[in-house]
């Protein structure tokens, strides 16, 4: 069974964890906080930017980075400007976690040099400094769902006001 996890280590701005959340609903990928957040949970703007998909939403909070790593085991994939490969490079098991930093610093430079064979880039233009954390975490999980052929979620849809 495949199991799809989302990490965001100290995340700070609500709206864009908010956008995340709403994409963690959507595609039934687990959504894991690490503290320390730069906003409280209960944040209306973090509230807003995920709507009403709250009770979709499978998520857990951590206090520090130890807490959340001693708590979970698999594949481990870590999304970096730094990187030397691509996303799309990587072949991602059944049960994975894909590892986002903070906004305004990324991800600590001595986790992503003891795991470089696992640390991977968005493609981007080299004057570019970095993408949206919420547009980052939607391409990653997306390339993950295509690879599992987007096990239990909907690919067709319908006009409403048409006969298909």
């Known amino acids: ?13 609500p709206q864009n964890t908010g956008n995340i959340a709403r994409t963690c609903a959507a595609t039934s990928a687990r959504l894991h906080l690490v503290a320390p957040l730069g906003f409280e949970i209960d944040d209306k703007k973090l509230k807003r930017a995920g709507l009403d998909y709250w009770s979709l939403l499978d998520v857990h909070i951590y206090a520090g980075v130890r807490e959340f790593f001693s708590q979970n085991n698999g594949s481990f994939f870590y999304f970096s400007t730094k990187a030397k490969r691509v996303h799309t490079e990587v072949s991602y098991p059944s049960k994975c976690y894909l590892v986002f930093g903070r906004e305004d610093a990324g991800l600590d430079e001595a986790l992503l040099h003891d795991n470089m064979d696992r640390t991977v880039r968005i493609p981007m233009l080299k004057e570019a400094r970095s993408l949206n954390l919420s ?3 939607a ?24 006969a298909n």
């Open 139 to 162: 391409i990653g999980v997306y390339e993950v769902l295509r690879q599992w052929g987007y096990p239990n979620l909907l690919c067709q849809g319908k006009l409403r006001n048409y």
């Open 1 to 13: 069974m495949n199991e799809l996890n989302i990490v965001l280590i100290e995340p700070q701005i």
């Open 135 to 137: 547009n980052s975490v």
